[in-house]
């Protein structure tokens, strides 16, 4: 969980790393969140998805900026998001690009993403 919130508090980040774990732990916590609220719209409205649609509005920029974040990690341009417009083919090819080990060195883009989320404090 404490993944998905440092990703939320870095809401429009674009510049530096994700690593795999950060991104990959958004992912999970993203879509247990949407199929519960799926679940509960099933029980309680007919054929409206307004939750469904306010989350994914809500989600929209933070999930842009560790997947920018996540290409960065792999030292690669953000432009690479433009795959996302052939169909098929390009989530695949950034499916991969995102599963992909990121630089053990300092890029271009930052230094190495942290392996473990900053600790809060109480």
């Known amino acids: 969980m ?5 990703v939320l508090k870095k809401y429009v980040v674009f510049k530096g790393r994700a690593g795999r774990r950060e991104f990959w732990m958004f992912v999970l916590f993203n879509l247990i969140i949407s199929l519960v609220l799926s679940l509960i719209e099933g029980l309680f409205s007919d054929d409206t998805s307004i939750l469904s649609g306010i989350y994914s509005l809500a989600i929209l920029l933070p999930s842009l900026a560790v997947g920018v974040r996540r290409l960065h990690d792999t030292n690669r341009s953000a432009w690479w998001l433009l795959l996302l417009l052939i169909p098929i083919i390009g989530p695949i090819v950034l499916i991969v690009f ?25």
């Open 98 to 122: 995102y599963a992909l080990e990121g630089d053990k060195a300092a890029n271009q883009y930052g230094p190495v993403p942290p392996t473990e989320p900053a600790k809060t404090k109480k």
């Open 2 to 6: 404490n993944w998905y919130i440092e």
